[in-house]
């Protein structure tokens, strides 16, 4: 079974940076594609980013295109989210995803919650 463990959040202000990392373990990374999403009081979970399996491949909404940036380095089993420019809107818990390519299993983590004031 696979397990997701998100860190990296935190309290910065309007334009601030951040970096969130997701540790998987369990399983070879190099099985999974991977994601973040958010989610704000109130509402639906949201895609953010994803990156395939070998990382050749990224994907952002258009809402972070440009100011957050998705990586993962297989060897150390980690996925990163860059947050650049960071808005009060950005604020919400951030959830890491896993999907198995073979099987299309899919495992989150329990989030990291991301503050950024005005």
């Known amino acids: 079974q696979v397990q997701l463990v998100e860190s990296g959040g935190g309290l910065v202000q309007a334009g601030g940076s951040l970096r969130l990392s997701c540790v998987v373990s369990g399983r070879t990374l190099s099985m999974y594609d991977m994601g973040w999403y958010c989610q704000a009081p109130g509402k639906e979970r949201d895609f953010v980013a994803s990156?395939?399996?070998?990382?050749?491949?990224?994907y952002y909404s258009d809402s972070v295109k440009g100011r957050f940036t998705i990586s993962r380095d297989n060897v150390k089993s980690t996925v990163y989210l860059q947050l650049n420019s960071l808005k009060p809107e950005d604020t919400a818990i951030y959830y890491c995803?896993?999907?198995?390519?073979?099987?299309?299993?899919?495992?989150w983590g329990r989030g990291t919650q991301v503050t950024v004031s005005s």
């Open positions: 995803n896993a999907r198995n390519r073979y099987t299309g299993g899919d495992y």
């Open positions: 990156i395939n399996w070998s990382g050749g491949s990224t």
